[in-house]
């Protein structure tokens, strides 16, 4: 079974604006990541953080943390019309060869 | 650099036929390899991972298989394919802890008709 559940599966909003997607997951982890994905294209890494971090930035990208809670949030600022894409969040096991468990994503459109 | 390659871009095969994906990794040294499987608007399913030459471990029973004959080459095999393989096939590495994450191929789209 999947590890994360990502919330919501899909998300519209206008240019500018700023989108959040939220992910939980359900065993202890390591790290969380963040990966991108543009229709019909392979997955880019977009942040990694830590199960003692609680808040991450990197450029327009917010990352929160919350491993009591068992979830994540991604927040891109000031959105444009190229961050439309799918989001994915994924935690490793590192014992079972580092894998990565994908949840199912959020599919984000920005409307210019 | 180190980079992936996977190839073909996209492939449509018959049902019973055979498959052969390939995926190689330059500039890195006994890198743990995956194969994953996306279904149309769905996440990523975990097929196979590879820690090492000739160690396969499999996430699901299905009609696939997995190899590592290199330390850097991972091939995805089928004896015959069914309908329900068509999907897109992505296959990632990584080393040790990553720091960055991991990274991915281009991916194969694979229409079984």
């Known amino acids: 079974s999947q590890q994360g559940e990502e919330d919501p599966q899909a998300l519209s909003i206008q240019e500018g604006e700023n989108a959040t997607m939220n992910c939980s997951y359900k065993?202890?982890?390591?790290?969380l990541q963040w990966y991108r994905q543009n229709s019909g294209r392979g997955l880019v890494h977009l942040i990694l953080?830590?199960?003692?971090?609680r808040e991450k930035h990197s450029g327009r990208l917010r990352v929160t943390l919350d491993t009591s809670k068992k979830s994540s949030s991604l927040l891109i600022t000031a959105s444009r019309a190229a961050d439309t894409a799918s989001y994915f969040c994924a935690t490793v096991f590192y014992n079972q060869g580092g894998k990565l468990i994908f949840g199912q994503g959020t599919e984000l459109s920005v409307k210019p | 650099s180190q980079t992936i390659h996977q190839w073909p871009a996209t492939l449509v095969q018959p049902v019973g036929s055979p498959l052969s994906l390939e995926c190689t990794v330059e500039g890195t040294s006994n890198p743990n390899l995956y194969w994953y499987r996306q279904a149309a608007g769905r996440g990523l399913q975990l097929l196979f991972y590879?820690?090492?030459?000739?160690?396969i471990s499999s996430e699901v029973p299905q009609n696939l298989s997995a190899s590592r004959p290199q330390d850097r080459q991972f091939i995805l095999s089928s004896k015959k394919l069914l309908l329900s393989d068509s999907g897109f096939y992505l296959c990632a590495w990584s080393v040790g802890i990553p720091q960055h994450g991991y990274t991915f191929g281009s991916g194969t789209r694979l229409t079984v008709v």
């Open positions: 065993t202890s982890i390591n790290n």
């Open positions: 590879s820690v090492g030459i000739g160690q």
């Open positions: 953080i830590r199960s003692n971090e």
